[in-house]
């Protein structure tokens, strides 16, 4: 078995299509009306997923947390710290929420933390290495 992607439930799509797209840059094509949104971002399926879509599609009723939430987090990761600072701004500038500024930790990452409009959480952190060679020792 192998991880093909991730997905959220979302209450408003419409705004949740415009945060990913002009705050974070996701190439979503779908109109803000659509149920569905399935697009591939850097090799890895992000899906979203009308809440009452997919209660109809399961005859099930389910709870969902309001405000910021810490059931998950995405990443995103940049080459640069500087990178970091600036991607942090720029979001922040277009409406997403702050949850954590940029901080480089004693591990010698930095990150920071936003959240989309309806409170998931967003990392954007750097080990100022490419994304290629990030990993390596």
Known sequence: MRLDGFGLFVNDMGA????YRDVL????????????VYLV???????????????????????YVKGLN??????????TFEEVDLEY?????????SVLEPTTEPW???TCFIADP?????????WNKSF??????
Do not use: C, P, W
């Not at 949740?16 to 945060?19: A, L, P, Q, T």
């Not at 701004?89 to 929420?97: D, H, L, P, S």
């Open 132 to 137: 290629e060679t990030k990993d390596k020792r």
């Open 41 to 63: 971002k850097d090799g890895t399926l992000f899906l979203l997923y009308g809440r009452k879509d997919f209660e109809n599609m399961t005859s099930k009723k389910y709870e």
């Open 16 to 19: 949740m299509i415009r945060f």
């Open 70 to 79: 810490g059931h998950s987090e995405i990443a995103l990761y940049v080459d």
């Open 25 to 36: 840059g996701f190439e979503i094509k779908e109109s803000e009306q659509t149920s569905n």
């Open 118 to 126: 309806e409170g998931n959480l967003i990392e954007i952190g750097s």
């Open 89 to 97: 701004e720029k979001a922040i500038r277009n409406g997403a929420t």
């Open 108 to 110: 010698g990452q930095r």
